[in-house]
């Protein structure tokens, strides 16, 4: 049926991969780290292997900085036959992950949960490792089919890293929904991705866009092909109503784990999402005409607004401090969404900077749930009743973060929405409502996120245990540093902003 | 008539969108999680049908491409399930999907 | 920015700050933080004292004003509306100065007051929270320079006022009170909304001073019928607010409040704003509107006064003289007797806070008995509160030496006026009513005087009842059942009364105790010029130089040597220059009727004290009998004409009726969506069971309760079952898919 190619071909198709590996050093790094981190689990014997295999992935994650800064200098590009492209943003999103990686081994280095649960750490590390080359590759992919490669990466160590604890109920549990939802959602995508192939005979995001505004489409078939990939990438932003496997996965899953698949995982999602529908979908004119007939904004506008809502109205009922994160972490892919609605390259900034700032307070406010969990065992709201004359250093830290994660100044999480909102107003008339949802939908937030503060501060504990519990050196150095960290890029964000300003430019943008 | 007859590309897609929807049945109803995750596989290779229809009727590879590397992480896919389901099946003692909700609201 | 402006924005942000640190770390601080509020206000009087200074004293220019203003939400181009601009602003004038003085004093005064009469409260420090809130409001309303500015504070001082009667919210009746106020106010607050945006549709500015500019240049695209409509509708703002006919009913309720409450918001501050209000739109009401607005005037001061007469709750006949007086003031705005009706105002907030005060002191002593039956012979234990009560008594009841007999008798001679220069007939019903209202006036307030202070003490005679209401007082203070012998109030309490007794005396005022036009009062409050067209009612023959401006003219009410023989319609006397023939004409007649309108009222006011006297001192007729003889009309004055059933037997009940019917149309059509809406309705019993709980702690708990309420429906989305959760996603991607279908179909 198909001609095989000839000896000529296949040389060209070598040079071509040949060309493309000088782009692609970090992955290659990042996947050397993640084989020779299996063989480092086979080799090491002892008590401290856990130890050693948690600080050799910190050190190794912490060397793929180096090979990521090189791309800097680099040429913006498609490489691997337009499977995969290296521009700012991609690099952007490789600080990022990387990073974030870095973050849930030092979030499980602290986790004394691991020591009890899990007899050999194993493959976690390899695992967390993968997981990042998977998102990396998700930030960076420009075919549907490394797309999808690179999501199901990411799935898959997913999959088995919240189901870590394998005698845990709650965590098998965990795992068993995460992977029924996720596979039925990327069968969903994968779906999709076969329309749209059908109707343009490309894989390429940017050729698909190209031919879909050269020659049209059946408006039908496409509705029905974006909503079915509107529902991978949803299950991966985990806005409403693509959210429900987060709660439960994040309630079972360790603690680590659900840091960073908060954090990270919803960041690729945002990535993939960002990168998709300013590339791959052709646009009009203006965000406020059809795009081709079709307003897809509707479409995010319903999502972004009912995750908001969503998110944070439920929240309110939580008992179980992760689980409140997690209904937490869906109004924020909500205000995400506020900034993707944007469309054009200051939304792309409010929503990186938002990230980052996400990043940050995300990230500290589970470790200090981690190390509060160390002392007391226990992550329901009830338990952190009088916490803050034990570990004064981790309430005052956490309330921190809090009000971060809340918005208000002078904490990073303010200039994150600031951004997003002063993003969605330059747009004009248009979005104040949205905006105005968004504010009134955060003051919401300050209620259930101050639920925990109230108990550690102005409650007496239900156990009249009055030793204070101190959770190490290290850890409240990093506390600390996390708290000021969060108010610093509160005062001062320029850096940041500037960053995300930088990294907003992507390959093969033509938007306006 | 001949439209009927003549195998053509609806062919192709009609015994997919078919497949589609017995797979997302199958996920919907069947409490065993095996069979949900067979659903699944059907689902993807409802998918897969669609692409290699589309890379004959439209000429070129890259539809081959992508359903050999569907079927190579439907394989990997159902590994990582089946190990999972197994850690399922020892915890309780079932693999009723349905029944295991202690997380909810 | 000028200096005054720059202390305006502080006294406006002072009590805000107070309220802040109240409400969050009452408890915290020694004696709840109580010493902060009083401070706080304290410094806010005094600055708001400097600014009176300088505005009143220092410029003494009828014409002064400062502006400023700046822009708060720029919408751009809306579709729909066109440009959309809201600024913020502050104005001050004569009006603003004397107003800042007189809340921040009278707010201080209560602050004062409140340390002993709220003392040993549950909910002390929270009292004090609430009380700064509401000045704050209040200050914004009267510092505003645009209708949406105070629109926002007309609704926070609505939500102050609704905390704060419901303040001793265990007690059912005050919860009652707390939503009937919030009720009735918001019917109100509905008309004034859409007046402002008759307004806003046709000028595209809030800003008072630019509306009127407008309307001055004859740039009103619509009807005059509309811009009657719209100063009608405006002018309901105020009935809610200032417990006019027919939305009357909320504020003797409210006195389920706390005392220093009802004396500081029922009586001189809040439901003057209304007033206030009314006043600041004066020049944009067309004179159909102001017949209006002073029919419903003269109609509440006669009502209000005839259910005083017949009360026994202390509180209340000083409730319902509050409405009377208000109405009053609305009467005289009504007749284009505009400085009359604001004098009225400020001499009314001082003497009736002082009553209110004082009755509180006497409520205090009594162990929260408030029945004036069983009061009596408090004349010697308490002094102090006899004299200055009585002083204030003088005041309302319009005896000459007082401020009230001054304010009073200027807003009967403008009735008198208005009713000549309309032709008399139907017109002389105002000053008809205002006069009997007068007489009414005197012969209630000398029944309390009398019952409360005079003759022995009649505490033994009450009649022990098992459910005896202060036995479920919040205020308990454990003295239940055995009764002290009554002291004398506390300092703290004393010195508010003693200074706002001292400012019901005529010479704060004028140095003519039959002529308040003789003052700095009248001479730095004028009638504005109005800026409505043409009027249909001036005859020919009394048109004036409409050229001159108001600017230049002196004091018009009553000038100094002009005696009523003088004066005619026709003359141009130096001295009187009014921009509108109408007002020129009534301005002229009604000083024409100064002296006549001080004889008729001080005849009616005697003939009330000596009715009074006849009634309760010598006991010559006994009141009792002539209840029973005149009966039918005794039971109308008790039980306030009925209003309260009327509006039950027809507003609620029909709503109720409504209510029913769509619950029928639930229970037996709806029948569908079982589950979820069982859920809902089972959350909503419950949510109603503590409906009163929720409301006490404001709107942030009824938004929580309400947010709580849809969230407990929406987290049994999240069933734990992963299928459902497929099932979900592929409903939502179904509905997309509808969404988008339809939308390509149509």
Redesign the interface.
């Known amino acids: 049926m198909f001609e095989l190619p000839s000896g000529a071909e296949i040389q060209s198709i070598i040079s071509i991969l040949k060309s493309g590996l000088g782009f692609f050093i970090p992955e290659i790094y990042l996947s050397i780290l993640f084989m020779g981190l299996i063989i480092l689990d086979l080799a090491l014997k002892g008590r401290n292997k856990s130890g050693i295999l948690g600080w050799a992935t910190l050190i190794g994650l912490g060397g793929s900085f180096y090979f990521i800064a090189q791309q800097h200098a680099m040429q913006a590009g498609e490489h691997f036959f337009g499977m995969y492209v290296l521009d700012e943003y991609a690099i952007f999103f490789k600080y990022f992950f990387v990073a974030s990686g870095m973050f849930a081994v030092v979030a499980t280095l602290a986790d004394r949960k691991f020591d009890a649960e899990v007899k050999s750490i194993g493959e976690y590390y390899a695992l967390v490792v993968a997981m990042v080359i998977g998102m990396v590759m998700m930030a960076a992919a420009s075919d549907l089919l490394m797309i999808f490669l690179a999501m199901e990466l990411v799935s898959l160590s997913a999959y088995i890293l919240s189901g870590y604890f394998k005698r845990d109920a709650r965590s098998s549990e965990a795992a068993l929904k995460y992977l029924v939802y996720g596979a039925v959602s990327s069968g969903l995508m994968l779906y999709g991705f076969s329309l749209i192939y059908g109707m343009t005979a490309e894989t390429n995001i940017l050729k698909i866009s190209m031919e879909l505004a050269d020659h049209g489409y059946d408006p039908l078939v496409m509705i029905l092909a974006t909503l079915l990939i509107m529902a991978g990438f949803g299950y991966k932003i985990g806005a409403f109503p693509f959210h429900f496997w987060s709660p439960d996965v994040y309630e079972g899953a360790p603690t680590p784990i659900t840091a960073y698949l908060s954090v990270a995982s919803k960041a690729a999602g945002f990535a993939l999402l960002l990168r998709f529908f300013y590339i791959a979908v052709p646009h009009g004119v203006s965000p406020y005409e059809d795009i081709l007939g079709i307003d897809w904004l509707t479409l995010l506008v319903i999502m972004s607004v009912a995750s908001m809502i969503y998110g944070n109205v439920v929240a309110i009922w939580q008992k179980n401090v992760k689980r409140l994160l997690a209904y937490s972490s869906i109004a924020h892919a909500g205000y995400l969404l506020l900034g993707v609605i944007v469309m054009d390259e200051i939304g792309t900034q409010a929503v990186l900077f938002y990230l980052l700032s996400y990043f940050l307070m995300n990230y500290a406010a589970f470790y200090v749930v981690v190390l509060i969990s160390n002392r007391t065992g226990s992550e329901t709201l009830d338990d952190y009743r009088g916490l803050g004359s034990k570990m004064p250093l981790a309430g005052a830290a956490l309330t921190v973060f809090l009000i971060s994660l809340v918005g208000l100044p002078p904490t990073v999480g303010f200039i994150g929405k600031l951004m997003i909102f002063s993003a969605l107003l330059s747009k004009g008339a248009l979005y104040i409502w949205l905006a105005l949802i968004g504010v009134l939908t955060s003051v919401i937030s300050l209620y259930y996120y101050m639920l925990i503060p109230l108990n550690m501060f102005l409650r007496e504990s239900l156990e009249p245990n009055e030793k204070s519990l101190n959770p190490g050196f290290l850890a409240q150095l990093m506390m600390a540093v996390l708290m000021i960290l969060t108010i610093w890029f509160g005062l001062f964000f320029e850096p940041l902003s500037e960053f995300a300003r930088y990294s907003s430019a992507m390959f093969g943008l033509s938007l306006y | 008539m001949e439209q009927l007859t003549t195998i053509g590309i609806n062919h192709y897609l009609t015994i997919s969108a078919i497949l589609f929807a017995l797979g997302l049945y199958a996920v919907m109803t069947r409490k065993n999680a095996i069979v949900v995750l067979m659903g699944v596989e059907l689902i993807l290779n409802a998918a897969n049908i669609n692409f290699l229809a589309f890379s004959h009727y439209n000429g070129g590879m890259e539809g081959v491409m992508f359903s050999l590397f569907v079927i190579v992480l439907a394989a990997a896919e159902a590994a990582v399930a089946l190990a999972i389901i197994i850690n399922i099946y020892k915890i309780f003692k079932s693999v009723d999907v349905s029944s295991i909700d202690s997380m909810k609201e | 920015m000028h200096s005054l402006i720059q202390l305006s924005i502080a006294v406006l942000l002072l009590p805000l700050l107070s309220f802040v640190i109240l409400i969050f770390f009452n408890r915290r601080l020694p004696r709840r933080g109580d010493f902060i509020g009083v401070g706080i206000l304290g410094a806010t009087f005094g600055l708001s004292a400097y600014i009176f200074w300088t505005v009143i004293v220092q410029h003494y220019d009828p014409a002064f004003r400062v502006a400023w203003d700046f822009t708060w939400i720029d919408?751009?181009?809306?579709?729909g509306v066109g440009p959309l601009v809201i600024k913020m602003g502050i104005v001050i004038d004569n009006l603003t100065a004397i107003m800042l003085a007189m809340v921040t004093l009278i707010s201080f005064l209560v602050h004062l007051y409140s340390t002993g009469y709220m003392k040993g409260d549950k909910h002390y420090g929270r009292f004090f929270a609430y009380l700064g809130i509401f000045t704050f409001s209040m200050l914004g309303i009267v510092l505003a320079d645009n209708l949406f500015a105070i629109y926002i504070f007309w609704e926070l001082v609505g939500l102050s006022s609704y905390l704060l009667i419901g303040f001793f919210f265990e007690k059912e009746s005050a919860a009652d009170a707390q939503k009937k106020a919030f009720l009735a106010n918001r019917v109100g607050d509905i008309g004034m909304w859409l007046g402002i945006l008759i307004l806003y549709s046709q000028f595209h500015t809030f800003s008072y001073h630019e509306i009127f500019g407008h309307l001055a240049a004859g740039e009103f695209g619509m009807s005059h019928a509309w811009l009657t409509a719209a100063g009608i509708l405006l002018f309901m703002g105020c009935v809610g607010k200032s417990a006019q006919f027919p939305l009357h009913v909320w504020l003797p309720d409210a006195m389920e409040g706390p005392t220093p409450v009802s004396a500081l918001i029922h009586a001189a501050t809040m439901v003057a704003a209304g007033v206030y209000f009314v006043a600041r739109i004066f020049v944009l009401l067309t004179p159909e509107a102001l017949y209006v607005i002073s029919f419903v005037g003269a109609f509440t001061a006669f009502m209000a006064a005839t259910i005083a007469i017949t009360q026994h709750d202390i509180k209340r006949v000083l409730a319902y003289s509050t409405v009377s007086q208000l109405g009053y003031m609305v009467l005289g705005l009504g007749v284009g007797a505009y400085s009359a009706a604001i004098f009225h105002l400020v001499t009314h907030a001082f003497f009736k806070a002082c009553l209110f005060l004082g009755s509180g002191a006497i409520i205090h002593a009594m162990h929260h008995e408030q029945d004036m039956r069983w009061m009596g012979g408090l004349r010697k234990n308490m002094p102090w509160t006899f004299v200055t009560f009585s002083v204030a008594t003088l005041a309302l009841a319009g005896l000459p030496l007082s401020s009230g007999f001054m304010s009073k008798d200027a807003i009967l001679a403008g009735a008198i006026g208005f009713a000549q220069a309309e032709g008399g007939g139907i017109y002389y019903l105002v000053p008809f009513l205002g006069f009997i209202s007068a007489l009414m006036t005197a012969f209630y307030m000398g029944r309390q005087i009398w019952l409360v202070f005079f003759g022995e003490s009649r505490t033994h005679l009450k009649p022990a009842a098992p459910d005896d209401h202060h036995a479920a007082h919040a205020h308990d203070d454990g003295h239940e059942g055995e009764h002290h012998a009554v002291h004398e109030v506390a300092w703290n309490m004393r010195l508010p009364l003693v200074i706002l007794a001292a400012l019901s005396i005529f010479v704060v005022y004028s140095p003519d105790p039959l002529d308040g036009g003789k003052g700095w009062f009248m001479h730095m409050i004028q009638t504005p010029a109005t800026v409505v067209g043409e009027t249909v009612h001036a005859e020919p023959a009394l048109h004036m130089e409409a050229g001159e401006s108001l600017a230049a003219g002196e004091g018009h009410e009553v000038v100094p040597g002009h005696g009523a023989a003088q004066m005619h319609a026709e003359t141009h006397t130096e001295g009187h220059t009014f921009a509108d023939p109408r007002q020129a004409e009534i301005g002229h007649l009604s000083h024409a009727a100064h002296n006549q309108a001080i004889m008729i009222s001080s005849i009616m006011v005697a003939l009330g004290i000596v009715l009074a006297l006849v009634f309760y001192v010598f006991r010559l007729i006994d009141p009792d009998k002539t209840a029973k003889a005149i009966r039918p009309l005794y039971l109308l004055s008790f039980n306030k004409w009925y209003w309260d059933e009327i509006y039950n037997a027809t507003v609620i009940k029909g709503s109720l009726g409504i209510a029913r019917l769509l619950s029928w149309f639930d229970a037996n059509i709806v029948d569908g969506v079982v589950n979820g809406v069982a859920t809902l309705t089972r959350k909503f019993a419950f949510a109603n069971g503590s409906f009163d709980r929720y409301a006490v702690d404001g709107m942030v708990n009824f938004t929580?309760f309400f947010?709580?309420t849809?969230?407990?429906f929406?987290?049994?989305?999240?069933?734990?079952?992963?299928?459902?959760?497929?099932?979900?996603?592929?409903?939502?991607?179904f509905g997309?898919?509808v969404?988008?279908?339809t939308?390509?179909v149509y």
């Open positions: 919408f751009g181009n809306v579709p929580a947010v709580n849809s969230g407990a929406m987290k049994k989305l999240q069933t734990g079952k992963v299928q459902t959760y497929v099932v979900m996603v592929i409903l939502a991607l997309y898919f969404y988008y279908f939308q390509l």
